[in-house]
Every structure is written in C-alpha cells, then in structure tokens.
C-alpha cells in the first residue's frame, strides 16, 4: 500500500489517475478533480470513517474515491457506477488494489456498509438525478460524505434531515474540465458543498 502523508500527498496521487476520454452529459458526468476527492477522504478519515471501514463509492467514475479510500486503509472498498467505460477505466486504476468494481445502477446496490462516498449528478440536466443517490445512500450507510451543488442545498438539506442528522457542511469549488460542447472556457469552478451525515436508520 502506498504510504501517504497528508492530504496533499494524497492530492498529487489521485492527480495521476487514468480518466476516460468520453463523458455523458445526460449522466452529468465530469471527473472529480483530486483536490475535492482528497479534501472529502480526509475529512471521512479524521472522523474515523475511512481506516479499516466497509465504504463504496457510489457513482465512483475513474475509481479516485474508491482508490483514495484503499490507500488511507479502508478494510474493503466498492465502487459502483452505471457507465461501463467509467468501470473499465476504474479497474485499471485499481489494479493490484483488490477493489471491485462493478457495473450497475445505483438503485441496484444491496447491503449495508460503514461509510458511504458519493460525488452524484447534481440534477442541472435531469431533473432530480441526484435523489436516487441520497436515497440508496442513506438506506445502505451509517456515515455519508456527499458533494451537492450549492444551488440545490435547501432541498438536499430538507431531504437528508429527515433521514439523517447532519454533521457537517462544507462549502467549496469543483473544478470542471472542458469535457463538453457548451463550455465555453478551459476550467469552470461549480459552488459545491461537502455533506457529512450519520443516518438514523443504521448508525447508534
């Protein structure tokens, strides 16, 4: 396992990741830089939700949170995402890791894991596409961290109040490559914030 530092070791790690070379916008799928990935991982780590936990990433893309959660010592990790290619470019990523990854729709997703990890659609293109992630979430986990776009806090902060008690809110910038015909501009930063939840359904 590679021995990392602080959170800025694990940053420059997850900066040399494999991404894939195409992206769906009706998925609202973009990379998550690895600034935002290493923040969130090391918020869940000094909260104790990373070493030697059960997590999956749901939504996991290029496999960055899936990966950085094995590298800061989660006991197994789970990566899941809908998009085949996303899968293919994670398991490469993720060689040697001993990580599975899978191929399914989040809704899909059974069992019950300590921490769950999610950068999910924020719901600019299909409307409400986020809350099939909030949902699986807070039915499969006892600790969430999950970004959500600025925009839409009040509704994610309604939903997740009744289904979990808030912890933590961090706001912060995503910063979005140029991956899709109407950006106009090489990097854009998306006003984004972290949340950090304990469900009432699982955790004591």
Same mark, same amino acid.
């Given at each position: 396992?590679?021995? &990392?530092? !602080?959170?800025?070791?694990? =940053?420059?790690?997850?900066?040399?990741?494999?991404?894939?070379?195409?992206?769906? @916008? *009706?998925?609202?799928?973009?990379?998550?830089?690895?600034?935002?990935?290493?923040?969130?991982?090391?918020?869940?780590?000094?909260?104790? *939700?990373? $070493?030697?936990?059960?997590? /999956? #990433?749901?939504?996991? !893309? @290029?496999?960055?949170? =899936?990966?950085? $959660?094995?590298?800061?010592?989660?006991?197994?990790?789970?990566? &899941?995402?809908?998009?085949?290619?996303?899968?293919?470019?994670? @398991?490469? @990523?993720?060689?040697?890791?001993?990580?599975?990854?899978?191929?399914? #729709? +989040?809704?899909?997703?059974?069992?019950?894991?300590?921490?769950?990890?999610? %950068?999910?659609?924020?719901?600019? /293109? /299909?409307?409400?596409?986020?809350?099939?992630?909030?949902?699986?979430?807070?039915?499969?986990? #006892?600790?969430?961290?999950?970004?959500? %776009?600025?925009? !839409?806090?009040?509704?994610?902060?309604?939903?997740?109040?009744?289904? $979990?008690? +808030?912890?933590?809110?961090?706001?912060?910038?995503?910063? /979005?490559?140029?991956?899709?015909?109407?950006?106009?501009? *090489?990097?854009?930063?998306?006003?984004? +914030? &972290?949340?950090?939840?304990?469900?009432?359904?699982?955790?004591?």
């Amino acid at each position: 396992m590679r021995i &990392i530092k !602080g959170r800025k070791d694990l =940053a420059i790690f997850l900066q040399n990741l494999e991404h894939s070379s195409t992206y769906r @916008n *009706d998925l609202e799928q973009y990379p998550t830089d690895a600034e935002t990935a290493a923040t969130v991982l090391f918020n869940a780590f000094m909260s104790g *939700d990373i $070493a030697g936990k059960n997590v /999956v #990433d749901l939504g996991t !893309g @290029n496999g960055i949170f =899936a990966i950085g $959660a094995h590298i800061l010592g989660a006991d197994s990790v789970l990566g &899941i995402d809908i998009d085949q290619d996303q899968i293919r470019v994670a @398991n490469i @990523n993720g060689q040697g890791t001993g990580i599975k990854f899978l191929t399914m #729709d +989040v809704s899909d997703v059974s069992g019950h894991f300590d921490t769950v990890i999610m %950068n999910p659609p924020f719901g600019s /293109v /299909v409307k409400a596409a986020d809350r099939p992630f909030m949902e699986k979430a807070v039915e499969i986990g #006892d600790k969430i961290y999950a970004i959500h %776009n600025l925009k !839409g806090v009040e509704f994610v902060s309604k939903f997740y109040g009744k289904n $979990a008690k +808030v912890l933590h809110i961090e706001k912060m910038g995503i910063r /979005v490559p140029r991956i899709y015909a109407h950006h106009t501009s *090489d990097y854009s930063v998306i006003p984004s +914030v &972290i949340f950090e939840l304990k469900t009432k359904i699982h955790a004591p």
